[in-house]
């Protein structure tokens, strides 16, 4: 008796999680349409900002005269000189994977502004700021970075620039680097003398992760197409796999840690040249998923893991001022050196976009806001 009604509650339980699932699947599936944006009031001091007042494709974006925000307590407001585009940038865009909904609005952006990566100039800051002031040149992660002002807590992920590098290098880091300088520090535990391969290494975090696991002492393999080899060599390869013409996990060479970006081979396969104690890193994957997305992958790497002798490591980097100003003193060091593959200007920010969704990235895309 207390069986059969066990069995019900389950059978219950399970049918009101599936309509729950499917209910969320549709709601969260809906794109409201785009709202206008509100005039900036008579007298108040305006700048131009890119937003997306709805989810879409690039025809959503609109360049917009938005008005200057009040500064908290711990705010800094940063004339924007430069920004970068992530895929990140992408995935906000579309609203795409749909969990991501969940945190950024179901239906519609809860913030219209884009961007992420900056570069330039602290205009003003709050009365309690104490790192910055004004006339600092940094660098950083804030909401709304294709634009010509942003504002960020000193406390979030901000940072002096380096002084190697221009405002447009500088814009170039934040995301793709610190993305690259964890997967290696944090969750390979790179030595000097280790094998380390990189999946991806012509790509916005692929470039700085060839550079950062050199500068850690690591042999470092990179993979990527032939015409990006010399780029590669160039950044202080040791040896160049073009993937048109080799499959690397049919190789001989073992490795201490795989840094993967485009997860176009099977995690099994993979690990046939991981070491036994070595550490798998999934950052990005080519498949696209609208629900799960980049997830996806990750997922399926915390399922596998019990059962290998090696380490699974699903990475979501986070921005803190520490590892940007870990950064900023490789690139005073001449150990890191951003690749920009083509500029945009702040007008251009969709085109920018659809050339990143074409997938042939060599490095970054900037955006040029102070010409």
């Given amino acids: 008796m207390y069986r059969r009604i066990i069995i019900k509650l389950l059978a219950g339980l399970t049918?009101?999680?599936?309509?729950?699932?499917?209910?969320?699947?549709?709601?969260?599936?809906?794109?409201?349409?785009?709202?206008?944006?509100?005039?900036?009031?008579?007298?108040?001091?305006?700048?131009?900002?890119?937003?997306?007042?709805?989810?879409?494709?690039?025809?959503?974006?609109?360049?917009?005269?938005?008005?200057?925000?009040?500064?908290?307590?711990?705010?800094?407001?940063?004339?924007?000189?430069?920004?970068?585009?992530?895929?990140?940038?992408?995935?906000?865009?579309?609203?795409?994977?749909?969990?991501?909904?969940?945190?950024?609005?179901?239906?519609?952006?809860?913030?219209?502004?884009?961007?992420?990566?900056?570069?330039?100039?602290?205009?003003?800051?709050?009365s309690g700021v104490t790192r910055f002031e004004p006339g600092d040149a940094v660098f950083g992660v804030a909401n709304g970075a294709f634009a010509e002002y942003v504002v960020r807590s000193e406390n979030g992920g901000i940072a002096l620039k380096p002084t190697n590098l221009s405002f447009e290098q500088a814009a170039a880091l934040p995301v793709a680097a610190i993305t690259a300088l964890q997967a290696l520090r944090d969750k390979a535990n790179v030595q000097p003398g280790q094998q380390v391969l990189i999946n991806g290494a012509s790509g916005g975090v692929g470039t700085y992760a060839v550079q950062l696991a050199k500068a850690m002492g690591a042999t470092v393999t990179a993979v990527c197409s032939g015409r990006n080899a010399e780029l590669v060599r160039a950044l202080g390869a040791d040896r160049v796999i073009d993937y048109t013409q080799q499959n690397y996990t049919e190789g001989d060479t073992r490795y201490h840690a795989i840094i993967d970006m485009v997860g176009n081979h099977a995690i099994s396969d993979i690990l046939e040249v991981t070491e036994p104690d070595g550490v798998l890193v999934l950052v990005g994957s080519m498949k696209i998923d609208p629900w799960w997305g980049p997830l996806a992958r990750p997922l399926h790497a915390v399922v596998r893991s019990p059962f290998v002798s090696q380490r699974l490591e699903p990475l979501l980097a986070i921005t803190t001022a520490e590892d940007l100003t870990a950064l900023a003193r490789y690139a005073d060091n001449g150990q890191l050196t951003p690749v920009i593959d083509q500029r945009f200007t702040l007008a251009e920010v969709p085109e920018a976009i659809r050339y990143l969704k074409r997938g042939r990235t060599r490095g970054k895309l900037v955006v040029n806001v102070v010409q």
């Avoid at 609109?62 to 908290?72: I, Q, Y």
């Avoid at 585009?85 to 519609?108: Q, S």
């Fill in 15 to 126: 049918a009101t999680a599936v309509l729950a699932i499917g209910a969320l699947a549709l709601v969260a599936s809906h794109n409201a349409p785009c709202e206008p944006g509100s005039a900036v009031p008579e007298g108040t001091t305006g700048f131009k900002a890119n937003m997306q007042r709805c989810y879409g494709d690039t025809d959503v974006i609109t360049l917009e005269t938005v008005a200057k925000p009040e500064l908290a307590e711990s705010d800094v407001l940063v004339r924007v000189h430069a920004a970068s585009v992530n895929p990140l940038d992408k995935h906000f865009l579309h609203g795409t994977p749909y969990l991501l909904r969940l945190a950024n609005g179901l239906n519609a952006p809860q913030s219209p502004r884009m961007g992420a990566d900056f570069a330039g100039v602290v205009e003003a800051v709050g």
